[in-house]
């Protein structure tokens, strides 16, 4: 079993920064691709930032020069670091990550596994 723990959502004034932190954990033998969703109120999830292991990173345009994703591959971890926030920014935010996972019969699988979200909200 694989879960993932978020952190660092909150209140926010515009232009203001916030980092939101996933760690990864459980019984995982790899973290393939690890990203970060957004959903505001009555919209759509969509996707925020993306980055695999090697650290080839995707971004949404609406965040590009404002949003950095990284990771630490030695903790199983991404971070989104969000910069010049907007009140449009406000949402929940989720992490997602592709995980290669051991089984009780010695082989391994592909899950995909969503983070609870944590709330992110810019105003003044």
């Known amino acids: 079993q694989v879960q993932l723990v978020e952190s660092g959502g909150g209140l926010v004034q515009p232009g203001g920064s916030l980092r939101l932190s996933c760690a990864a954990s459980?019984?995982?033998?790899?973290?393939?691709?690890m990203g970060w969703y957004r959903q505001a109120p009555g919209k759509e999830r969509e996707l925020v930032a993306s980055?695999?292991?090697?650290?080839?990173?995707n971004y949404a345009d609406s965040v590009k020069g404002r949003f950095t994703i990284s990771r630490e591959n030695a903790k199983n971890t991404v971070f989104l670091q969000m910069n010049s926030l907007k009140p449009d920014d406000t949402a929940v935010y989720y992490c997602?990550?592709?995980?290669?996972?051991?089984?009780?019969?010695?082989?391994?699988?592909?899950?995909?596994?969503w983070g609870q979200g944590t709330l992110v909200t810019v105003s003044s």
């Open positions: 997602n990550c592709g995980v290669v996972t051991a089984t009780p019969f010695g082989s391994s699988r592909y899950l995909e596994v």
């Open positions: 459980g019984s995982i033998l790899s973290v393939n691709v």
């Open positions: 980055i695999t292991r090697g650290d080839t990173t």
